[in-house]
């Protein structure tokens, strides 16, 4: 009887401890929730907006993008000053409140999801929180299980929302997930402590230290900081467009079927899981952060490539393979910046990063979308089944994913120059002591000499929808 009580009081033990599993839990629930509304998704955009939902998709995503890129550093400063499990409480609320709103009011979902972007930078908190509980050596690992968990929640979750939507209807579909972002709140709220001592929190903070544009103004003076940016700006760009548009993109012009589709998002979550924990964890031990990082962006230039002109169902499928292996360059990336930064920094440089994150979102859509139209590629259509092509394949079926690629090369040789040992406070010139007092909140509490520097840290691929 003792030992089958004993997970039961080992986990109240640790209710009031802030662990790496709180953050793995918030992160699948709030994903898996989103994950089942794949399949309706895509039908209420077709039943909305007819013959412009990739238009519309891409507005929405967009000003869901420019909104988080305006709120992400102030979230960011603010959980350095008054602690994480507020704000984390506060983004998972608003990023999980349209869900709802799909069946009841379609036109009221899409403009919750525009502006909820003002709230949805759950991983720059979740990047923070565990920056907060986890040593230097640890943090790579801790930050690779988070995106494995990201990618975790979408292996089957897809699939069990089509299968439900064909079987029982959508009305099912959005009210499980619905159920399963209410239970999301309601650990944040009951049973994830909070993260930041407060003797190292923040003791001040200012309103220029969270305008994003301040932020861009600033990163400049800092070469270190610029050369991340820049990097994580090329680099996700082509990401966040390949996100807005892939699904329609796999069945409109290689022809995939919902099944499919399901089955290739499964498969490329299992082995994200894989490449993000095993792997990622490998390497950054045997060749560091940096080697790291670039590797993933060699990756990311082949899946792209391969994506541009891949028309045939394998070429697609062993494509999907390099994506998983080009999802360790955001865990890795994150890593560098968290590395730059002081523990009391950790909100703020999360934030500023998930800020250029958001930008992408919003601007990654638009230019898919424009580049799309440019090479007379039609992806508005929404057939039941997808029918055989009656015209010849184009030669380059995916232009905007080789633009994509090419902006990923310009991203590895700015990478190239990233030093691999730098901390913000180890600039001592006015310019870096300037971005180093814009980057944290001042003034700043004197740091336990327990408390270690941050290491890898980024964010993470953003939401589908």
């Known amino acids: ?99 709802p709103f799909m069946r009841l009011s379609p036109w009221w979902y899409f403009a919750l999801i525009s502006v909820s972007g003002a709230f949805s930078v759950t991983f720059s908190v979740i990047f923070a929180y565990v920056a907060d509980i986890t040593e230097e050596h640890e943090r790579s690992t801790a930050y690779g299980l988070v995106s494995a968990t990201f990618a975790a929640s979408l292996v089957t979750s897809p699939a069990i929302g089509a299968f439900l939507s064909h ?27 909070e993260s930041l001592p407060d003797k190292i929190r923040a003791s001040g903070f200012s ?50 079927t919902p099944a499919s589709i399901a089955a290739f998002i499964a498969m490329v979550g299992i082995l994200s899981i894989i490449a993000q924990t095993v792997l990622l964890s490998v390497l950054m031990r045997s060749i560091g952060n940096k080697k790291t990082v670039l590797l993933g962006l060699c990756f990311q230039i082949v899946q792209l490539t391969w994506y541009g002109v891949g028309s045939q169902h394998w070429m697609v499928w062993a494509a999907g393979t390099i994506v998983a292996l080009s999802s360790i360059t955001f865990p890795a990336v994150s890593a560098l910046v968290s590395y730059c930064a002081s523990a009391d920094q950790q909100g703020v440089v999360q934030g500023m990063i998930t800020g250029i994150r958001g930008l992408c979102n919003g601007l990654g859509p638009a230019l898919y979308g424009f580049i799309f139209f440019l090479f007379d590629v039609e992806l508005s259509d929404t057939d039941p089944e997808p029918q055989t092509p009656q015209t010849e394949t184009p030669l380059v079926p995916g232009p905007p994913f080789l633009i994509g690629a090419c902006l990923v090369l310009v991203a590895i040789f700015v990478a190239i120059f990233i030093p691999e040992n730098h901390k913000l406070s180890d600039d001592r010139s006015p310019k870096s002591t300037t971005v180093a007092t814009t980057l944290a909140p001042p003034p700043l509490l004197k740091r336990s000499s327990s408390v270690v520097w941050a290491s890898p840290a980024l964010a993470l691929p953003g939401q589908i929808f």
């Not at 895509?42 to 305006?70: A, D």
């Not at 932020?215 to 900081?225: A, C, D, F, I």
Request: proline share 5%.
């Open 1 to 99: 009887m003792t030992i089958g009580l004993t997970p039961i009081i080992d986990f109240c033990h640790q209710r009031g401890r802030a662990t790496v599993t709180h953050a793995v839990i918030v992160i699948f629930l709030e994903f898996f929730a989103w994950g089942l509304l794949t399949t309706p998704m895509l039908t209420v955009l077709h039943e909305t907006f007819q013959q412009h939902e990739f238009l519309m998709n891409g507005l929405i995503q967009g000003v869901k993008g420019f909104l988080s890129f305006l709120s992400a550093p102030l979230i960011g400063a603010l959980s350095d000053v008054w602690g994480r499990k507020s704000f984390l409480l506060m983004t998972v609320f608003f990023t999980c409140a349209p869900i």
């Open 207 to 256: 309103w220029q230290q969270a305008d994003p544009f301040h932020s861009l103004r600033r990163v400049g003076q800092n070469p270190t900081v610029l050369l991340i940016s820049v990097t994580v700006f090329l680099s996700y760009l082509p990401e966040a467009g390949q996100y807005s548009s892939f699904f329609l993109y796999l069945k409109q012009v290689i022809h995939f």
């Open 167 to 193: 079987r029982f209807g959508d009305s099912l579909v959005v009210l499980v997930a619905t159920v399963i972002a209410v239970l999301d709140i309601a650990f944040v709220f009951f049973l994830v402590p």
